[in-house]
């Protein structure tokens, strides 16, 4: 399975932007997707990769992490192998590489979906800055 993000941009802070992930492959409109995101590099050290959103193969059931929660939507639409992620009121800290990742299977268990290796496959990002 292959997952390509789009949708980037620099935007100003309070500005929306809804980033796109497209999938391939046999398994995506059955699998759990949720959306990460790795902050620039402080003082030369390299962020983790954090949770921000998942969805269920239905697209019925979400969860967001404290931060996403009340500003950002996720949404998938099976027919055009497709997971979104409304992102609003965007403030500087969002500022990121956004990820896009897969987990094969129908389960949407809520612990493991928001480990970074607990994801079966990745996308390799698209930038978001926001700027205040």
């Known amino acids: 399975v292959q997952l390509v993000e789009s949708g980037g941009a620099s935007v100003q802070a309070g500005d929306s932007l809804k980033l796109s992930c497209a999938g391939s492959g046999h398994t995506f409109g059955s699998d759990a997707i949720s959306w990460y995101r790795r902050a620039p590099e402080k003082e030369r050290v390299p962020q983790e990769r954090?949770?921000?959103?998942?969805?269920?193969?239905?697209?019925?059931?979400?969860h967001y992490s404290d931060s996403a929660k009340g500003r950002f939507i996720i949404s998938r639409d099976n027919a055009k192998n497709m997971v979104y992620l409304q992102m609003t009121d965007l403030k500087p800290d969002d500022t990121a590489v956004y990820y896009c990742a897969g987990r094969f299977g129908t389960a949407f268990p809520v612990i493991l979906i928001q480990r970074q290796d607990e994801m079966h496959y990745w996308g390799k990002g698209t930038l978001v800055t926001v700027s205040s």
């Open positions: 954090k949770f921000v959103a998942a969805i269920d193969s239905s697209g019925m059931v979400t």
